[in-house]
């Protein structure tokens, strides 16, 4: 189905806007070395930030918590944790967002790692019936952002408990080293988006905004809230560390008893439709992007990547995609029109992308002075 592939990494042309220079390397494998040289790792990498543990060290000072971390039960999160508690000596306030499609194996990942580690462990469960309508009003769209709720209703939930404790810094386990950057138009998050989107497709109201208890509203004025009003700061350590996942994992599993739950994203059940959908409808495969980015890192072998990508992801349980489909109350039927339905992106839709567009200055700027990270500006000004 592809034509080009890069010959450093394994991105193809199914990704939107791609181009490769004379050499035959992709644009995603240029970005990645912007990214590389923003965020080093190794001495100068630890020494970065070393001089953030200390500012948040100095913030949880005489309080309970210095930072609120997200966690899933994946690898990333968990072995985030770890590192915050045991390498850093932080006090995390871990939080679990939490819509109905978790992984029971996560949930014990979660349970185990926070009882060992001493950390307090908040969950804060969504609406089911919010829940539940905006993943639909989202297939409807036929859109690729099967997920957009809980993306953003993790996002909102951190910077929920953040402001409702008064805590300055969210400390987010991703890393662009083993993740990639995705394509805009395969993941546009965008609290506009989403309730434009509700609007036209949903059923059920969605309750509204208010500081501490933000649901799924996560609008540029509430991002300006929790940044600028609140003065929360947004925390990637794993941008200035040499991560490597195999040696994560060894950690987690002898130190947390962490169980793998045999693929990336398969903290959340639901990925099992939606990779499914994305491949079948969309000829979109996600791995791709994870996969490149640990090509690049050498943590994977090219050969290895375009090897598994050959194969379709375990992820996509015949089982667990047929669960997903029947506790959003829809008949197989039913899901099969949505389908068939003709392929849309965010462009199709009233979102904040123009308005996002021309703050581009402010957005570099907040980058720049270390509130939001360099990848958020990557993510809008060069991933199309
Ligand atoms: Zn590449």
């Known amino acids: 189905m592809s034509k080009q592939i890069c010959i450093r990494c394994v991105c193809d042309d199914t990704f939107p806007a791609i181009n490769f220079d004379d050499k035959g390397v992709c644009a995603y494998c240029r970005l990645q070395d912007i990214l590389d040289k923003e965020y080093p790792t190794g001495l100068e990498g630890e020494r970065r930030l070393q001089v953030i543990v200390e500012r948040m060290k100095a913030h949880g000072k005489d309080k309970k918590f210095d930072c609120v971390t997200g966690i899933s039960g994946g690898r990333d999160s968990t072995y985030t944790l770890w590192l915050l508690k045991k390498k850093y000596g932080l006090n995390p306030l871990a939080v679990h967002f939490n819509d109905g499609f978790g992984n029971p194996t996560a949930g014990e990942n979660m349970q185990k790692a926070c009882r060992t580690l001493g950390v307090e462990k908040r969950t804060i469960t969504s609406d089911w019936r919010e829940s539940k309508d905006l993943k639909i009003a989202f297939l409807k769209a036929s859109v690729p952002e099967l997920e957009q709720g809980t993306d953003l209703g993790i996002a909102s939930a951190l910077y929920g408990v953040a402001a409702k404790e008064d805590i300055k810094y969210v400390v987010i386990g991703q890393s662009f080293r083993t993740e990639g950057i995705a394509p805009l138009e395969w993941n546009f998050l965008d609290g506009r988006y989403l309730k434009k989107v509700h609007q036209m497709y949903g059923q059920v109201a969605l309750r509204k905004w208010s500081p501490s208890d933000p649901g799924f509203n996560l609008s540029t004025s509430h991002m300006a809230y929790y940044l600028v009003w609140k003065g929360i700061r947004t925390v990637t350590p794993l941008y200035n560390l040499d991560y490597a996942r195999n040696e994560a994992e060894e950690i987690i599993v002898s130190q947390l008893g962490w ?45 290895e990547a375009l090897e598994r990508i050959s194969e379709v992801s375990i992820i996509e349980d015949p089982k667990v995609i047929n669960l997903c489909i029947k506790r959003l109350g829809l008949s197989r039927e039913e899901f099969e029109e949505f389908m068939v339905l003709p392929l849309k992106t965010f462009r199709d839709y009233p979102t904040s992308f123009t308005f996002i567009r021309a703050l581009k200055l402010p957005i570099w700027t907040l980058t720049k002075l270390g509130i939001l990270p360099k990848s958020a500006y990557d993510k809008y000004f060069h991933c199309i």
């Open 259 to 303: 169980e793998n739950t045999g693929a990336h994203y398969y903290d959340d059940l639901y990925q099992s439709l939606m990779t499914y959908i994305l491949r079948v409808k969309f000829n979109i495969d996600r791995r791709k992007l994870n996969y490149a980015a640990l090509v690049r890192a050498g943590q994977m072998t090219r050969d």
